[in-house]
Nanobody
Framework: QVLLDESGGGLVQAGGSLRLSCLAS????????MAWFRQAPGEEREFVAG????????YYTDSVKGRFIISRDNAENTVYLQMNSLKPEDTAVYYC?????????????????????WGQGTQVTVSS
């Protein structure tokens, strides 16, 4: 069983920055793909950024490229999402997910069903 605990959300003005953290417990994350998704009210949960289980490959949805950075600290068993130049349309609940089906996966899965375990989410609100 893997437990994921997101933190770092909050209220920020447009143009500001936040760093989200996802602390995993119950399993070492170093060999698994992990990702951040977000869900705005009335919308589907959508992929934001992911990092592969092997090689550190990263992938971003087009709307956040150049603004967000996903990284992992295997020693801390934590994945981060650095969010810069935030926009009101980034407002959503952000969720961390982990794909424990495959070891050392070299690509970044982008489907919601690719990730078996999720955190409870952290709210990000960007004011204009």
């Amino acid at each position: 069983q893997v437990l994921l605990d997101e933190s770092g959300g909050g209220l920020v003005q447009a143009g500001g920055s936040l760093r989200l953290s996802c602390l995993a417990s119950g399993r070492r994350i170093s060999v698994y793909a992990m990702a951040w998704f977000r869900q705005a009210p009335g919308e589907e949960r959508e992929f934001v950024a992911g990092i592969s289980g092997k090689g550190g490959l990263t992938y971003y949805t087009d709307s956040v490229k150049g603004r967000f950075i996903i990284s992992r600290d295997n020693a801390e068993n934590t994945v981060y999402l650095q969010m810069n130049s935030l926009k009101p349309e980034d407002t959503a609940v952000y969720y961390c997910g982990i794909d424990t089906t495959y070891y050392n996966r070299e690509d970044v899965p982008r489907g919601r069903n690719d990730y078996e375990h999720w955190g409870q989410g952290t709210q990000v609100t960007v004011s204009s």
